[in-house]
């Protein structure tokens, strides 16, 4: 889902008032992956059916994350964001994190344990939070956010959410929305040594929306990157102007500075999601395809009443 919250760029120059903030910010690049690389193309098979629906008394099931065997995901009840596994809600909004969403996170397996992102803090100024479990079931949060919202004027003065993590050498990296105070919603990235203490990347937003008329136009969320074929991948959320919302492609060579593989463009194509794709998880697979979660709605609205579903496809590697 996106944010519903209420371009300049951040100089960078740090007045008293924003030291803080500004040494947050660092340059660096996750550096070229590994492998041979190839210059391939993608191909798009989605399954037809969808294989996670709501059940009674729930709204949308939407942003699948798969974990050590296990499927994470959003539950809306009509009132409240809910993070479940195996049908069981397992993380509910407390404190900080207000009373409208605890949701659209990311779950990795790592050393031991689960490790859960997620946005919260309701539709106002929504921030990343952080758990922990050793079953996935009982959690323990970090009792407040961990990434926040950046200063004056900044890209993501108004908003952090959608947060996709990755583990690359002995960093985690995460790549997340952010928006600003006329409401434009980008992609960035940060990294940390224990996925609690996050540095951003300087040069923020890494993909900014696409022109007047195509299927990104009005705004990008929900990245899921991964590594394949010597370059970096990202799948990620695109908002057209109607809030019909699809999924685009995006490459990098280092992590940090991206490109939009422009022809790439993935739609809906069955009545459960023929208005929404949207919240991509990703598992790369030992023949070089890459097995997608993704959600869809039938309703065209930027974050939820969609009727979400969870569906599942495949990315097949095609060399140029």
Request: aromatic share 12%; proline share 6%; with cysteine.
């Amino acid at each position: 889902m996106t944010v519903k919250a209420a371009a300049t760029r951040f100089s960078f120059i740090c007045a008293s008032a924003l030291f803080a903030a500004c040494g947050r910010y660092e340059d660096f690049v996750m550096g070229a992956p590994s492998g041979n690389s190839a210059r391939v193309s993608w191909q798009w098979r989605p399954d037809p059916s969808p294989i996670l629906s709501p059940a009674a008394g729930e709204e949308d099931i939407l942003n699948p994350t798969f974990a050590n065997g296990r499927l994470f995901y959003s539950v809306f009840d009509g009132k409240t964001w809910y993070t479940a596994v195996e049908g069981k809600r397992v993380l509910a909004p407390q404190g900080w994190e207000g009373s409208y969403i605890a949701a659209n996170g990311s779950v990795i397996f790592h050393g031991g344990e689960y490790l859960h992102w997620y946005h919260a803090a309701g539709p106002d100024t929504p921030r990343i939070g952080f758990a922990r479990s050793r079953d996935g079931l009982t959690w323990t949060k970090h009792p407040t956010a961990v990434l926040d919202v950046g200063p004056y004027l900044s890209w993501d003065e108004r908003g952090v959410a959608d947060p996709y993590v990755i583990r690359n050498g002995d960093q985690f990296y995460m790549f997340y929305l952010g928006q600003d105070r006329s409401r434009l919603q980008r992609l960035g990235v940060a990294r940390s040594a224990d996925g609690i203490r996050w540095v951003k990347l300087r040069k923020n937003p890494i993909l900014d929306v696409g022109t007047v008329g195509v299927f990104d136009e009005n705004g990008l969320g929900e990245p899921a990157v991964w590594q394949s074929n010597g370059s970096w991948w990202m799948l990620y959320t695109g908002r057209a102007r109607n809030e019909v919302r699809r999924m685009g492609l995006a490459r990098s060579g280092d992590g940090g500075h991206w490109d939009k593989v422009g022809e790439f463009v993935i739609a809906g194509d069955q009545p459960w999601n023929s208005k929404v794709v949207c919240d991509p998880d990703v598992e790369p697979q030992a023949d070089g395809s890459v097995k997608v979660w993704f959600g869809g709605g039938d309703i065209a609205h930027p974050a939820e009443r969609i009727h979400g579903k969870i569906g599942t496809g495949t990315l097949i590697p095609v060399a140029k």
